[in-house]
């Protein structure tokens, strides 16, 4: 059974930092390229960041490129986002998600769809306020 954890939520001042974390299980992490996707109250999905199978390719929404950094450890199957320099904006929940197609080339947030991906875990809350 596929499942995706997130952890690493919370209530972050402005200008701060928080590091989302994403456990894998039940399928070859590796084989797979990971998103992050966020969803403020009332709004539609954003993807955030794409990593490849292999960590060395990477895309960013520009609203978050140069502040966050999105990393996955295959040897741990876990997927990572370093959040930095925080804002009310970024305000939103964060879920991990797992591309459907195995041993896809790199992807990138640009035209992403709900329907690429089709494993998604529950979702962390990131609240940036103070």
């Known amino acids: 059974e596929v499942q995706l954890v997130e952890s690493g939520g919370g209530l972050v001042q402005p200008g701060g930092s928080l590091r989302l974390s994403c456990a894998a299980s039940?399928?070859?992490?590796?084989?797979?390229?990971m998103s992050w996707v966020c969803q403020a109250p009332g709004k539609g999905l954003e993807w955030v960041s794409v990593i490849d199978r292999g960590g060395d390719i990477t895309s960013y929404a520009d609203s978050v490129k140069d502040r966050f950094i999105i990393s996955r450890d295959n040897a741990k199957n876990t997927l990572s986002l370093q959040m930095n320099s925080l804002k009310p904006e970024d305000t939103a929940v964060y879920y991990c998600a797992k591309y459907k197609l195995a041993y896809s080339f790199s992807r990138t947030v640009a035209g992403a769809t709900r329907d690429e991906y089709d494993y998604w875990g529950q979702g962390t809350q990131v609240t940036v306020s103070s």
């Open positions: 039940g399928f070859t992490f590796s084989a797979y390229v």
